[in-house]
């Protein structure tokens, strides 16, 4: 079971349990509120407190904060001495205690506390059912395994068979991409898209065919766009031509999702699909390639990003300056300075802001002399000011220069 537990964990980290104010203040009483009426509740639990007390504790609990709470610390103990209270849990709490005692038998681990899991593979809760799904699906012991793959082919019930499919593609079982791909063509559309985010998880492109054809033909927009990030997932060639496709000639809300499936690919041509399409003449995919580059810092993207910056298209060259903002990159003062002294009146704007993220002396520097001199920069920058370091001091004596010279008219 440590196998598993390993990687359901990564899956389901715990959430440690950090009280409110109001509840801290009620706890100091010796009170909870469950259900709108007050009850006396145990004293905290003692930092270094042994499975005896733990459990004591765990049964003492009369609301799901402090049942969870105990839980989670029978967990990190390891001790099977804990699994008859956490059974007692699993039968009388609510959802979120059942759901930290079933977590907390996934810690533990060892025969006893597999066999406790493998009775919740059914629960009439889903989230504790996919818990125990997760954990077996993901364990060494072939039989339980077996369990969670017959659910997946014919449990009657269509949750509980997708939450088996699920957790046998999260573990990267070989039997169950055959399973979703052929569930795919009958599900509805929350199903389908659950069905294709884990074929995404899953890693095995013999699902890319599939998914290819639901981008290309069915589905609705956001099974389609599902799909475009699954694709994205698994990469190989076939993957990258279908995300092309789109991202040349798909629909316009499709466009952003292709160009973003492509820029998390790990294949590097996909990187330079993205460069290509950043000077393409058709400016939806222009510009979805630009702000799909921009999560990247290459030398390619930054020349790239600096020669959109002069493009005519107010978008493409807006996502450029958004680019050097994000990455607080002043190699990009110079031209950011020119534009907003030349510029039209939007791209004025556009690399004003721009120069006011960018940060650091340069940028900072290059906002005060914008602010300070006549120009179609002027506004900007002086609206801008204020927000840099030393900055509102320095906006409000040029307003006081600028009315001077006005003549005293504000």
Same mark, same amino acid.
Request: contains cysteine; proline residues 5%.
């Given at each position: 079971?440590?196998?598993?537990?390993?990687?359901?964990?990564?899956?389901?980290?715990?959430?440690?349990?950090?009280?409110?104010?109001?509840?801290?203040?009620?706890?100091?009483?010796?009170?909870?509120?469950?259900?709108?009426?007050?009850?006396?509740?145990?004293?905290?639990?003692?930092?270094?407190?042994?499975?005896?007390?733990?459990?004591?504790?765990?049964?003492?609990?009369?609301?799901?904060?402090?049942?969870?709470?105990?839980?989670?610390?029978?967990?990190?103990?390891?001790?099977?001495?804990?699994?008859?209270?956490?059974? $007692?849990?699993?039968?009388?709490?609510?959802?979120?205690?059942?759901?930290?005692?079933?977590?907390?038998?996934?810690? *533990?681990?060892?025969?006893?506390?597999?066999?406790?899991?493998?009775?919740?593979?059914?629960?009439?809760?889903?989230?504790?059912?996919?818990?125990?799904?997760?954990?077996?699906?993901?364990?060494? $012991?072939?039989?339980?395994?077996?369990?969670?793959?017959?659910?997946?082919?014919?449990? /009657?019930?269509?949750?509980?068979?997708? $939450?088996?499919?699920? #957790?046998?593609?999260?573990?990267?079982?070989?039997?169950?991409?055959?399973?979703?791909?052929?569930?795919?063509?009958?599900?509805?559309?929350?199903?389908?898209?659950?069905?294709?985010?884990?074929?995404?998880?899953?890693?095995?492109?013999?699902?890319?065919?599939?998914?290819?054809?639901?981008?290309?033909?069915?589905?609705? #927009?956001?099974?389609?766009?599902?799909?475009? =990030?699954?694709?994205?997932?698994?990469?190989?060639?076939?993957?990258?031509?279908?995300?092309?496709?789109?991202?040349?000639?798909?629909?316009?809300?499709?466009?952003?999702?292709?160009?973003?499936?492509?820029?998390?690919?790990?294949?590097?041509?996909?990187?330079?699909?993205?460069?290509?399409?950043?000077?393409?003449?058709?400016?939806?995919?222009?510009?979805?390639?630009?702000?799909?580059?921009?999560?990247?810092? /290459?030398?390619?993207?930054?020349?790239?990003?600096?020669?959109?910056?002069?493009?005519? $298209?107010?978008?493409?060259?807006?996502?450029?300056?958004?680019?050097?903002?994000?990455?607080?990159?002043?190699?990009?003062?110079?031209?950011? *300075?020119?534009?907003?002294?030349?510029?039209?009146?939007?791209?004025?704007?556009?690399?004003?802001?721009?120069?006011?993220?960018?940060?650091?002396?340069?940028?900072?520097?290059?906002?005060?002399?914008?602010?300070?001199?006549?120009?179609?920069?002027?506004?900007?920058?002086? =609206?801008?000011?204020?927000?840099?370091?030393?900055?509102?001091?320095?906006?409000?004596?040029?307003?006081?220069?600028?009315?001077?010279?006005?003549?005293?008219?504000?």
């Amino acid at each position: 079971m440590a196998s598993g537990a390993a990687v359901f964990l990564a899956l389901h980290p715990l959430r440690k349990i950090t009280p409110s104010a109001a509840q801290t203040s009620v706890a100091r009483a010796g009170l909870r509120r469950p259900g709108g009426v007050f009850a006396a509740e145990a004293a905290p639990i003692r930092a270094g407190a042994q499975v005896e007390e733990l459990v004591d504790h765990l049964r003492a609990a009369k609301t799901p904060n402090a049942m969870c709470q105990a839980a989670q610390e029978l967990g990190g103990t390891g001790s099977e001495a804990a699994l008859d209270a956490l059974a $007692d849990t699993l039968a009388r709490g609510g959802s979120w205690a059942r759901q930290c005692a079933a977590q907390a038998l996934l810690r *533990i681990g060892g025969a006893p506390a597999r066999a406790q899991l493998e009775r919740l593979l059914t629960d009439h809760d889903p989230r504790v059912r996919q818990i125990a799904l997760d954990a077996v699906a993901a364990g060494d $012991d072939p039989d339980a395994r077996a369990t969670v793959l017959a659910l997946a082919r014919s449990a /009657g019930d269509l949750e509980l068979r997708t $939450d088996a499919l699920a #957790a046998l593609g999260r573990a990267h079982r070989s039997e169950a991409v055959p399973l979703m791909l052929a569930q795919l063509p009958r599900a509805d559309g929350p199903t389908q898209r659950r069905l294709i985010e884990i074929l995404g998880e899953a890693g095995d492109r013999a699902a890319v065919p599939a998914l290819a054809q639901i981008v290309r033909t069915g589905g609705s #927009a956001g099974v389609r766009q599902t799909a475009l =990030s699954a694709l994205g997932q698994l990469g190989g060639p076939d993957a990258l031509k279908a995300l092309q496709e789109v991202l040349l000639g798909g629909r316009r809300d499709e466009i952003g999702a292709a160009a973003y499936a492509l820029a998390n690919t790990s294949d590097e041509s996909a990187h330079k699909l993205l460069l290509g399409v950043a000077q393409s003449a058709r400016p939806e995919a222009a510009e979805a390639a630009l702000h799909a580059l921009a999560q990247f810092e /290459g030398d390619d993207v930054r020349a790239l990003m600096l020669a959109q910056l002069s493009a005519r $298209d107010g978008q493409l060259s807006g996502a450029a300056a958004n680019y050097f903002a994000m990455h607080h990159d002043d190699s990009a003062v110079p031209r950011l *300075i020119e534009i907003a002294r030349h510029g039209s009146r939007a791209a004025v704007a556009q690399a004003v802001s721009a120069l006011s993220q960018i940060g650091g002396d340069a940028a900072a520097a290059a906002v005060r002399e914008l602010a300070s001199r006549p120009g179609p920069a002027r506004d900007s920058a002086l =609206s801008t000011l204020p927000s840099l370091p030393g900055g509102a001091e320095a906006a409000r004596k040029l307003m006081i220069k600028l009315v001077r010279e006005d003549g005293g008219q504000a």
